[in-house]
């Protein structure tokens, strides 16, 4: 059975959504903004919605995420919903809007595709019921 592993044709996971940096740094004072692009390499147009909360750890070293609009967080992300057609690349603009002298400040973006158009494969017949899934899978 071992030497059979090897002979299957293996098959390859393509997520569609590239992202250009993982990790951005912005404690340079003098630099407020940053751009990323995402970029669709896969087969299918992309709906992306992108949120953004505020890491912080607490005293134990216990860890929480707060969600709140821009202006309460001091951080901008624009644009945050858009659409990426397949091989279409866009800019995201990341923006500090209030800087704090006494504690490092840190974010975390997700970037989630949303649900497209299903589209059937085929019509059913005739006094008979279809169905459509969609899968999506996120790592």
Not at 22 to 50: C, F, K
Not at 64 to 91: H, W, Y
């Amino acid at each position: 059975m071992a030497l059979a592993a090897p002979l299957l044709p293996a098959s390859v996971a393509r997520a569609g959504l590239v992202v250009d940096t993982l990790i951005i740094n912005l404690a340079d004072p003098r630099q407020n903004r940053r751009d990323m692009t995402l970029s669709n390499d896969g087969p299918e147009t992309l709906y992306v919605d992108i949120a953004v909360e505020e890491i912080m750890v607490g005293a134990q070293g216990s860890i929480e995420a707060r969600s709140a609009s821009p202006d309460e967080l001091g951080f901008l992300v624009t644009p945050n919903r858009l659409i990426l057609a397949p091989g279409q690349r866009r800019p995201v603009r990341l923006v500090v809007m209030k800087r704090s002298d006494e504690i490092e400040r840190i974010y975390r973006l997700t970037m989630q595709p949303m649900v497209g158009d299903v589209l059937p494969g085929a019509p059913a017949p005739a006094g008979s019921t279809s169905a459509s899934l969609k899968v999506m899978v996120g790592y």
